[in-house]
Structures are given as structure tokens and as C-alpha cells.
T-cell receptor
Framework: DSGVTQTPKHLITATGQRVTLRCSPR?????VYWYQQSLDQGLQFLIQ???????AKGNILERFSAQQFPDLHSELNLSSLELGDSALYFC?????????FGPGTRLTVT | AQSVTQLGSHVSVSEGALVLLRCNYS??????LFWYVQYPNQGLQLLLK??????LVKGINGFEAEFKKSETSFHLTKPSANMSDAAEYFC???????????FGTGTSLTVIP
């Protein structure tokens, strides 16, 4: 158990819908990263927050957004969902040098 | 920009044989280096990391990796494979000054009984 929690574990929704994925980092970790993992594109970095502020942006679509709240949990919002957004979404928290991954949210868009 | 190359998307070894998973990085400055393992339907788990100091680092489950600056490599090894080692392995780097982690495309390890 990494200490990082993600909810929900599974999510099935239709195209065009909007969903919110939630991540709680390990106690004391200020940094949260979001990743998308799909079979065809591998592990893609989406975005990083540190203590509530956006720090780095990767291959995140404009339809996607994220935020980190004062209690340090983070949410990833995915809107206007497309079939291609079906993937595993991971968050990871970091105390500094390394990352600890959550169990992921499997999103299926039908 | 950093990049990570994992040679061999699939590696098969016999149970009890040596495991060698290759990772090369490109960086003008030696970065921090990591190996992660992912079992089916699970998140990535940190196996080991190199930040500074001894270039041979030992991790969990009997794995170790050696940082070779001259070869820009960080290959993962284990002397004797167990069936439980079958998983996906990811090499990752992070610059010492940056925030972003860069992951390789992963190597799927199969252990043959």
C-alpha cells in the first residue's frame, strides 16, 4: 500500500459526459502528479501540482483540468469525453525525489 | 528535454535465470533514476532509485541497478527470477532541477517455469 488513495476505482460513462477523479496523497506529500496510461500510448504525464499550485504540464488536453485543494487532495476533471479517453488514470504523490503511485481509476467511455 | 529508452518491450526468462532489463537515458546532467514495477490492474510500485552516492543501488524483491554515467544507462538486474517477478517494469528519470518525471515505455517480463 503506497498510501495514495484514488476514487473511484472504476468509472463507466458515455461519450460527451464529464467525470471527476479524486486523489489523496500520502500524508505530508505536497506534490501530486496525474498520469494517463493506455495500451497504445503508454504512461503519459498530464499535470503536476505542488501545494495547491500548478507546477508542470504535460500532454494534457484542453478538455481536461485539475486542481489541488488546501487539504492537498487533488481532482482531475475530464469533460466532453471521447472513446479514446478510456484509460487508467493514476495519481502519484511525491515527497521530493521519488513518486508513490495510487491504485488508479479505470475509466471506460462507451 | 529528458528521454528514457527501454530496450525490449518484452523479455522472457526461465525461472531461476538472470533478469536483465535495459534502460538508457538522455540528459546533459546525470538525473535521478528510478525503476518501477506494475502488476496487472495495480499502480506502479517503486523498486529502487538512484539519486547520489553509490552507483549500485539495491531495491526490493532482490532487484538491483547500476548507474553508469559513461554509458547513460541504469539497467535493472536480478540474479534469479521468480515466477512472482512477472510484471511490467518502467524506468524513469527526473532532472535534479526539474519537477517532471519521464517514463520509458515499459518492459513486460515473462518468467517461464
Amino acid at each position: 500500500d503506497s498510501g495514495v488513495t484514488q476514487t473511484p476505482k472504476h468509472l463507466i460513462t458515455a461519450t460527451g459526459q464529464r467525470v471527476t477523479l479524486r486523489c489523496s496523497p500520502r500524508s505530508g506529500d505536497l506534490s501530486v502528479y496525474w498520469y494517463q496510461q493506455s495500451l497504445d500510448q503508454g504512461l503519459q504525464f498530464l499535470i503536476q501540482y505542488y501545494n495547491g499550485e500548478e507546477r508542470a504540464k504535460g500532454n494534457i488536453l484542453e478538455r481536461f483540468s485539475a486542481q489541488q485543494f488546501p487539504d492537498l487532495h487533488s481532482e482531475l476533471n475530464l469533460s466532453s469525453l471521447e472513446l479514446g479517453d478510456s484509460a487508467l488514470y493514476f495519481c502519484a504523490s511525491s515527497p521530493g525525489n521519488e513518486q508513490y503511485f495510487g491504485p488508479g481509476t479505470r475509466l471506460t467511455v462507451t | 528535454a529528458q528521454s528514457v529508452t527501454q530496450l525490449g518491450s518484452h523479455v522472457s526468462v526461465s525461472e531461476g535465470a538472470l533478469v536483465l532489463l535495459r534502460c538508457n537515458y538522455s540528459s546533459s546532467v546525470p538525473p535521478y533514476l528510478f525503476w518501477y514495477v506494475q502488476y496487472p490492474n495495480q499502480g506502479l510500485q517503486l523498486l529502487l532509485k538512484y539519486t547520489t552516492g553509490a552507483t549500485l543501488v539495491k531495491g526490493i524483491n532482490g532487484f538491483e541497478a547500476e548507474f553508469k554515467k559513461s554509458e547513460t544507462s541504469f539497467h535493472l538486474t536480478k540474479p534469479s527470477a521468480n515466477m512472482s517477478d512477472a510484471a511490467e517494469y518502467f524506468c524513469a528519470v527526473r532532472s535534479i532541477t526539474g519537477n517532471q518525471f519521464y517514463f520509458g515505455t515499459g518492459t513486460s517480463l515473462t518468467v517461464i517455469p
